[in-house]
């Protein structure tokens, strides 16, 4: 019957509605608390107990500090900028993320897979920008060049002639191919602000659409393999540096190869006065934060930054004894003691890097966010993460104008500030202030720090990254799937570029969720007679559950990747339900016996039999009913499914009841067809009522197992029907033969006598030849 009225409200009161909502949303109030919600530190900075935090907090800023220059310089190598840019990073981007994070122990800075992503970016737009051109050299030869000193014999003038074009001269002019950055030069600092500026902005998208859930793809297998193997890139880019070893640049999918090939090739030019300084400072920082550090901290307070301390050596070593002019190790140079002006970022190199900056900017919303939970799980508070989306994002933005490089959080360098007693934000505004001043005033001496004490350093660092491969132990005996998810996670990344090689485990992890939702498990429910609840019941317990009702339940989305499974899981289910309960019946006093062994091969042999018979009766089959609870979502095709499903089942003689307490599902049964396929009064809100209304049905079938229980007596043996069959003819035939004279004078009640007394001595003779067997 078609409704006479509409269950929508009226447009007008819809209109009016939305209205009320927009002028709420405009309000003064709302702008307010949306401005509060953007700058926590509108909130938090009038509350900030200046007794207790102030001292703490500077305590905690002057410590990273210390930690955040050699640091630092390091990763501004590894991203191929100047050092100083390194220590500017480590400036902007932390200050401003007072005003815009919530957490109080996080320090945004760089990250040696995110610098050594962002230096192959850089590479390829230098390329990308570059043309080449014509120029024409001279190269005035000398007479000594001409000689030739191995047959002293000097060259003649006809021979001068061939080489040089004439004899008058020594001049030889030159034609090379030579490159220009472009009209308007890019520099490396130029590719790297446009790259955390398009990145910022990617990440304030993803906190405009609530996206952060997408940081569940980046799961701790994929992001444990994805670090580990961002360290082996690191290794490998910073180990020419360490052996004094100049190779040449090397970017793109699979260009560690072609780095392996080059150090292996260029090992006859280790320079060994590098190589020396290199082992003493690697040397130097084993011994101090593997050995001395544990027993130093019982000492004291604050942490000691060995990093620094070789950072003071190297400088002073080198400086007094001039390393860099009598043995050529190379230094890090000057650095400006001035404070950058601000600028607009490169936008035009927008167009060539867009892959690359959405690869850096989920990277750095991944670390990120796993930085922030383990510190909510360390200091037990809440840090709203979709807050840090927008956070990291405009720091990215406005940190952008200054010659910075992309930064994310560091697990070391958030909590080194309240290992000395920095609580609040503001340990990053007097980490920031110190830093400043090392640029403005201490920047000169850090002209003579070689470079291969920040190779070192950095080499050094990825340690800790490697413990993580300890998690494999962990993993291998229980979670199969999350090992092999790590392993290609770290294969990708070192066999790929990192970029692509996270993108593609990522993949990877997502291809082995849709490969399980495509076999889901399903399994039996009964009900559990202490509760009184339905609980999930193995297949071997099947033969203990009473009834005739067979209740089965799938934990799955029925959608268009599992249907055929579940299709063929109900049809299983219905089979080893029936075989089971055809199977199973057997007293005490027959398993006791010593002939139980055969007794159960006797009676599987048969029972199949029956079942095959029984099973094309329509009077025999069970009744089930069909969970749906377990279903998340149902899509198009998985309700077809259910009515297909419903429909042959029927057809099979199979009554079938469902179970729909999710809302959504109720929904989607009226909207559509399916309740003139399936009777209303066979969806039920709980598992009881349906398996209630299964056993009250009028024409309640006799169970297959009444007609077994019949003959599985203790006085008696089962026997395959064609032999019962065989031997009753044989018998007739013979008691035909003896009395047929007599067989036609029998009334009924006699003839009844006889067949009793000759079945009885039937069945005994059975029994002794089951004996003497």
């Known amino acids: 019957m078609p409704k006479l009225f509409s269950d929508r409200p009226p447009l007008n009161a819809v209109f009016r509605e939305k209205a009320q909502k927009i002028r709420y949303a405009c309000s003064p109030t709302k702008c307010l608390h949306s401005l509060l919600s953007f700058l926590p530190i509108i909130s938090w900075l009038p509350k900030y107990d200046w007794s207790h935090s102030f001292f703490g907090d500077v305590s905690g800023g002057l ?100 080489i040089l074009g004439n004899e008058t001269t020594f001049m030889e002019e030159v034609t090379m191919e030579m490159w220009t950055e472009g009209v308007t030069p890019v520099k490396q600092i130029h590719v790297a602000t446009t790259i955390i500026f398009l990145a910022g902005v990617i990440q304030v998208l993803m906190g405009v659409f609530r996206l952060q859930y997408l940081t569940s793809l980046f799961s701790e297998q994929v992001m444990s393999g994805f670090v580990v193997g961002g360290g082996i890139h690191v290794f490998f880019a910073q180990i020419g540096d360490m052996l004094g070893i100049k190779l040449p640049r090397r970017s793109g999918p699979g260009y560690l190869y072609y780095r392996i090939f080059d150090l292996i090739e260029n090992l006859d030019n280790v320079h060994y006065p590098t190589l020396s300084i290199s082992i003493s400072s690697l040397l130097f920082l084993v011994l101090g934060k593997e050995y001395l550090s544990p027993w130093l901290s019982s000492a004291f307070n604050y942490p000691v930054p060995f990093e620094l301390v070789l950072v003071v050596v190297g400088i002073t070593a080198t400086n007094y004894a001039e390393l860099s002019r009598r043995h050529d190790v190379r230094v890090v140079g000057n650095i400006p003691t001035e404070f950058p002006p601000p600028s607009l970022p ?14 850096i900017a989920i990277t750095a919303v991944a670390i990120h966010i796993t930085v922030a939970k383990v510190v909510e799980k360390r200091y037990h508070y809440k840090i709203n993460h979709g807050q840090e989306l927008y956070a990291l994002g405009f720091v990215g933005v406005l940190s952008s104008f200054f010659p910075v490089f992309p930064v994310t959080s560091g697990f070391a ?26 640029i403005l005033y201490i920047g000169p001496a850090l002209e003579y720090l070689p470079q291969c004490i920040l190779a070192t350093m950095i080499i050094f660092a990825q340690k800790g990254m490697l413990d993580k491969f300890k998690e494999l132990k962990q993993l291998w005996p229980v979670f199969k799937i999350d090992f092999a998810i790590w392993l290609m996670s770290f294969f990708l990344t070192v066999c790929y570029d990192m970029g692509e090689g996270l993108l593609m485990a990522i993949g990877f992890a997502v291809l082995t969720t849709i490969i399980r939702t495509q076999r889901p498990k399903w399994h039996f429910l009964s009900r559990d007679e202490e509760t009184g609840t339905f609980r999930e019941t193995k297949r071997r317990e099947l033969e203990r559950i009473r009834g005739n009702v067979c209740i089965f339940r799938m934990d799955a989305p029925l959608i268009f990747t599992s249907i055929d499974r579940f299709t063929m899981s109900i049809w299983q289910c219905v089979k080893k339900w029936e075989r089971t309960k055809m199977e199973s019946f057997v007293t005490i006093e027959q398993m006791n016996s010593d002939k139980s062994g055969d007794l159960f091969d006797t009676k599987l042999k048969a029972a199949r039999r029956r079942w095959k018979k029984d099973s094309s009766k329509t009077d025999n089959r069970c009744k089930l009913v069909i969970d749906c609870d377990g279903f998340p979502y149902v899509d198009y095709l998985g309700l077809s499914t259910l009515k297909t499903v419903f429909s042959d089942l029927s057809s099979a003689g199979i009554q079938t009841f469902f179970v729909v307490n999710k809302a959504e599902l109720k929904r989607l049964f009226r909207a559509t067809d399916f309740y003139e396929i399936v009777d209303e009064w066979r969806v039920f809100a709980k598992v009881s009522d349906a398996v209630k209304a299964a056993q009250d049905l009028n024409n309640l079938p006799k169970a297959p197992l009444t007609a077994l229980a019949s003959i599985a007596t203790t006085d008696t043996i089962l026997v395959d029907d064609e032999e019962e069959e065989e031997k009753e003819k044989e018998e007739n035939e013979r008691n035909d033969e003896s009395n047929g004279e007599r067989g036609e004078m029998r009334n009924e009640d006699s003839l009844e006598d006889e067949i009793m007394s000759e079945s009885s001595v039937s069945i005994e003779c059975d029994e002794d030849d089951v004996k003497s067997e």
């Open 413 to 438: 360098r958030s909590v080194v500030g309240a290992a000395v007693g920095g609580s609040t934000q503001l340990t990053c505004l007097f980490s920031s202030l110190a830093l400043l001043s090392v």
């Open 346 to 359: 490169r936008f035009d190199l927008i167009r060539h890097i867009g892959l690359n900056a959405a690869a």
């Open 63 to 162: 410590t990273m500090a210390v930690f955040s220059v050699p640091q630092g310089i390091a990763l501004a190598g590894i991203t191929g900028v100047p050092p100083v840019y390194g220590l500017y990073t480590a400036i902007f981007p932390s200050f401003l993320y007072i005003f815009f994070g919530t957490s109080k122990h996080n320090a945004l800075g760089g990250f040696a897979v995110l610098s050594l992503m962002t230096h192959g970016a850089i590479e390829k737009v230098m390329l990308r920008t570059a043309t080449s051109y014509n120029a024409t050299a001279y190269v005035n030869h000398t007479l000594d060049e001409l000689i030739d000193m191995d047959n002293d014999t000097v060259i003649n003038n006809s021979t001068l002639m061939q």
